[in-house]
């Protein structure tokens, strides 16, 4: 069965930085783009970052841009999401999905219903 496991969240002060990571249970994930979504409490799950089956081919949510930086190790069957700079406005429980569609270039990102495949979720809490 296929699963994804997300690992690496926790309780930061603002300023600092988490790595989250997304193990997937099969390489055959690497061929499809793969995200990351979060949803704070009483908000509806939003989009964070995506990251095609050719690696520079990522989009970013405008709160995303410039802090978090999604890639992937194809041999680890493994994407990442590297947060710097976390602010408490990103505490939230942070959701690995992917699609089940092959794209050479770009993709559909955005959208939840993009992606057939989601992680149970890791929390994270940014606080002083």
């Known amino acids: 069965q296929e699963h994804l496991t997300e690992s690496g969240g926790g309780t930061v002060q603002p300023g600092e930085s988490l790595r989250l990571s997304c193990l997937t249970s099969?390489?055959?994930?690497?061929?499809?783009?793969m995200a990351w979504f979060r949803q704070a409490p009483g908000k509806q799950r939003e989009f964070v970052a995506a990251?095609?089956?050719?690696?520079?081919?990522?989009y970013y949510a405008d709160s995303a841009k410039g802090r978090f930086t999604i890639s992937r190790d194809n041999d680890k069957s493994t994407v990442f999401l590297q947060m710097n700079n976390l602010r408490p406005e990103d505490t939230a429980k942070y959701f690995c999905?992917?699609?089940?569609?092959?794209?050479?270039?770009?993709?559909?990102?955005?959208?939840?219903?993009?992606?057939?495949?989601w992680g149970q979720g890791i929390q994270v809490f940014v606080s002083s």
């Open positions: 099969s390489r055959t994930f690497m061929r499809y783009p």
């Open positions: 999905a992917a699609q089940s569609t092959f794209y050479q270039n770009s993709f559909p990102y955005a959208g939840e219903a993009n992606y057939a495949f």
């Open positions: 990251i095609g089956w050719i690696p520079d081919n990522v």
